[in-house]
């Protein structure tokens, strides 16, 4: 057997255990996809993102993401179908039933629908993550209206919680940024899966911070103009 032949064998043993070993759910994230490329030292989210994670394989720098308090992906899925429970999370539409705070809060879900339904990609490397949802709206809405727990769900309650001002103004309306968010969590769960190192459900659950107490400035224009106190 030619050396070549060994090698693509002992790879593609090695991509059937990794995508057994990861076939499990912990805290929500049920990893069940992994890219055939040798990428499993890397950790380096500009790499993944550039498609060069291959030439990165010798690092083993795979820090735990340190992200800030965020909504969950269940907040964002009960908000895109119809529940008024953004009333609180947002700085300018908190507080109570007046007609113009009651309009805003609306124009407010509205404007966030209108993003969600916009066909936005969480842009995911490939060589992170091969799943079936390409974008943020198919995450979210997966398994029959969300909730199904999986890595996808909840990246999705990241990127919205990054996208909108949850994690301060550097992240507000910044896709790159929410992309980034994602994609290091990814690698991160991915790469210590690779090594026989699952994070723990704690870890996890630490990793995704979500907590839906939490208030974004996040302003809309249009909606504080059309509706305001004046109104």
């Known amino acids: 057997m030619s050396d070549f ?43 993944a993102m550039s498609g060069n994670l291959s030439q990165n394989t010798d690092r083993h720098d795979c820090d735990i993401p340190v992200i800030p308090a965020g909504l969950s992906p269940g907040f964002w899925s009960q908000l895109y179908n119809g529940s008024n429970g953004i009333n609180g999370a947002f700085a300018n539409v908190k507080g109570g039933n007046q007609g113009w705070k009651t309009g805003r809060r609306e124009c407010y879900r509205n404007h966030i629908k209108d993003f969600i339904d916009s066909d936005v990609s969480m842009g995911l490397s490939t060589e992170i993550y091969t799943g079936i949802h390409g ?33 301060g103004s550097s992240d507000e309306k910044n896709i790159t940024m929410a992309s980034q968010r994602v994609n290091q969590i990814a690698l991160y769960i991915f790469v210590k899966a690779n090594q026989n190192e699952v994070p723990s459900k ?13 208030v974004s400035n996040y302003s809309v224009d249009f909606c504080n103009t059309t509706f305001n106190r004046h109104s």
């Open 5 to 47: 032949k060994k090698a693509s064998e002992i790879e593609n043993t090695s991509v059937v255990k990794r995508r057994s070993f990861l076939k499990k759910s912990a805290t929500g994230a049920v990893l069940v996809s992994l890219p055939a490329q040798s990428v499993w030292g890397a950790c380096s989210v500009s790499g």
């Open 135 to 167: 974008n943020l709206k198919s995450a979210l809405m997966s398994s029959n209206g969300g909730g199904d727990g999986s890595l996808e769900f909840n990246l999705a309650g990241v990127f919205l919680s990054s996208y909108f001002g949850f994690y």
């Open 202 to 214: 704690s870890e996890i659950t630490g990793i995704f911070n979500f907590n839906d107490n939490t």
